[in-house]
Structure formats: C-alpha cells, structure tokens
C-alpha cells in the first residue's frame, strides 16, 4: 500500500545526542518536506526537497540538516540535540500530477523531546 | 512566516450540529486546502478549493473562497464524535510550499 512512514514515532534523549528522524515514502512523490509543528501551533516549514540531491531550508530556521539521496528517502539530522529541539516534527510528501494542485500527504509524525 | 489563520481557535458543539470555522491569509493564491489532524496524528487532506472557484462540496463539507476578501470558510454539516480533531487551511502560491495556519480545535460533543 502507498504511504508515507516515520519512524520513530516518538524519541526521548538527553542533551547533545545526535539523532536522526527517518522518513520514506513509496507513493514515487518527487516532492518531500518537513514540518515542525508545537502543541496547539501552526505548522513551520523546516526543509523541503524538489527532487533528488536538491535539498532547501523553509520558513523556519533549523539547525537540522536532511539529505535526499533516493527519491523515497528524507531523513532529518540533528547533530546535537538541545530542550528548544522538544517538538513534533512531521514529514511530508506531494506529486503535482496532472491537476497541477500541490496536496500533501503525511506522515504519522515523530514526537522528539530532548531532556 | 505564517499565511493563513484560523478563526476561531477552538469550537465545541453537539453531536449533530453544524461546524463552521474561518481562514484568512494575506497574499495571492493559486488554491487553498483544508486539512485534518487527529490529536498525536499528521495532518490528512480534506478538500481543495482553486483561486478561480467560489465554492465546493465533498461529503459533508462545503468550502468557500473569497479572494476580494482573502478568506475562506469550512463548513462540516450534520457532525460526528469522529469529526473531533483540528482543522488547518493551507495556502498554496507558485512555489509548491504549502503555508498553514494554527487551525481551530473541534470537539464533538455525544
């Protein structure tokens, strides 16, 4: 079935761990982004990616950092976690397709809180 | 920076009752999207609504648009315990990067 995985689902680490949060996707989606989102807030683009080895920041600084080496891979790294990194962090994919609408379909989400 | 918002943040109602919630944003769009997200979930995508379409149906949800004033409006009709979620308009402009509001938090009462 085509979807959209993240894994982990929800993350708990001490301060300076370096952790990587794993998006795949098998719906062949050549657009792939990143959301932060906080408890009750709206939804901040982090990064997105227009296609293979393309890779842009959003709207929000981070200092996550994520790749795109395989189509249906976008993993998001953070070299150091700190408390600020405390959110829920979800990833996201999209084809254009013929309607020529960008729509979104998401993961579950992945809820990090760094001690 | 945030595009859309949500008015109001949250709303209560019984089972059975309408929903009605509001979006507004500040600069021009090709479309605006309503999404869904239930509590610990990612979001899911509703219903569609292009710049040049004044209203929409899916369902139990009527949408409309208006781009003199830049706002748009959900209706669900007749709701369910299920439709407890919140509720997000994302406005999509030339870029392919969707920019999304707070949302409004709907509770279902039985």
């Known amino acids: 079935e085509a979807d959209i995985y993240q894994t982990p689902r929800y993350l708990v680490i001490g301060t300076g761990k370096k952790i990587t949060l794993e998006c795949s996707q098998t719906?062949?989606?050549?657009?792939m982004y990143w959301y932060q989102q906080d408890p009750g807030m709206e939804l901040h683009l982090i990064h997105y990616s227009y296609g293979v080895n393309s890779t842009e920041k959003g709207d929000l600084s981070s200092e996550s950092t994520v790749s795109r080496i395989r189509t249906e891979h976008f993993p998001l790294t953070l070299e150091s976690a700190r408390p600020s990194h405390t959110s829920q962090y979800l990833c996201?994919?999209?084809?254009?397709?013929?309607?020529?609408?960008?729509?979104?379909?998401f993961g579950a989400g992945s809820r990090l809180t760094v001690l | 920076s945030q595009q859309g918002e949500e008015d109001p943040q949250a709303l209560s109602i019984q089972e059975g009752e309408n929903a009605t919630m509001n979006c507004s944003y500040k600069t021009s769009i090709n479309n605006l999207q309503w999404y869904r997200q239930n509590s610990g979930r990612g979001l899911v995508h509703l219903i569609l609504?292009?710049?040049?379409?004044r209203e929409k149906h899916s369902g139990r949800l009527r949408v409309t648009l208006d781009t003199s004033k830049k706002s748009s409006s959900l209706l669900i009709t007749a709701s369910r315990a299920a439709d407890t979620a919140s509720y997000f308009c994302?406005?999509?402009?030339?870029?392919?990067?969707?920019?999304f509001g707070a949302g409004t938090t709907v509770t279902v009462r039985a």
């Open positions: 609504i292009r710049s040049n379409e």
């Open positions: 719906m062949g989606h050549d657009k």
């Open positions: 996201a994919s999209s084809s254009s397709g013929s309607s020529g609408a960008n729509v979104l379909t």
């Open positions: 994302a406005t999509d402009g030339n870029d392919y990067k969707l920019s």
